[in-house]
C-alpha cells in the first residue's frame, strides 16, 4: 500500500500562487507515475498534471498549462504542484494520487489517493 498526505492548500487572491505538496510514504517503490487532479462541488474529479517517476516526463490540462507546474523531489517521495497566476475558476479540492502505471493521466489508472487540500482563489 501507499499512503499519500497532501498540504499546502489554502485562500489566495486572484494573481496569486500557492504550492502543494504530496509526501508519499508505504511502499513508494510501487509507484510509477504521480498526478493532481482537482474536484469542485457538483463536478467530475479532473486532472491537473501528472510526472513519471520513471523519466523527465510531465502532462498537463489545457487549463492549467503554463501556470501549473509539477515536480518531485529526487528521494521520489515528495510531489510538488507550484501554482501561479491562479484563477477563481481553480477554486477546488486538490487530490494528489500515485499509479503502477506510467503514463497515466486517466483518474481510473490511479490506484492511491490522498485526502485532498481544499484551494479557494478569491475574485
Known amino acids: 500500500q501507499v499512503q499519500l498526505v497532501e498540504s499546502g492548500g489554502g485562500l489566495v487572491q486572484t494573481g496569486g500562487s500557492l504550492r502543494l505538496s504530496c509526501v508519499a510514504s508505504g511502499r513508494t517503490g510501487l509507484i510509477a507515475n504521480m498526478g493532481w487532479f482537482r474536484q469542485a462541488p457538483g463536478t467530475e474529479r479532473e486532472f491537473v498534471a501528472a510526472?513519471?517517476?520513471?523519466?523527465?516526463?510531465?502532462h498537463y490540462a489545457g487549463s492549467v498549462k503554463g501556470r501549473f507546474t509539477i515536480s518531485r523531489d529526487n528521494t521520489k517521495t515528495t510531489l510538488f504542484l507550484q501554482m501561479n497566476n491562479l484563477k477563481p475558476e481553480d477554486t477546488a479540492a486538490y487530490y494528489c494520487?500515485?499509479?503502477?502505471?506510467?503514463?497515466?493521466?486517466?483518474?481510473?489508472?490511479?490506484?492511491?489517493w490522498g485526502q485532498g487540500t481544499q484551494v479557494t482563489v478569491s475574485s
Open positions: 494520487a500515485a499509479s503502477q502505471r506510467d503514463p497515466s493521466i486517466s483518474k481510473n489508472d490511479y490506484g492511491y
Open positions: 510526472i513519471s517517476w520513471l523519466s523527465p516526463t510531465t
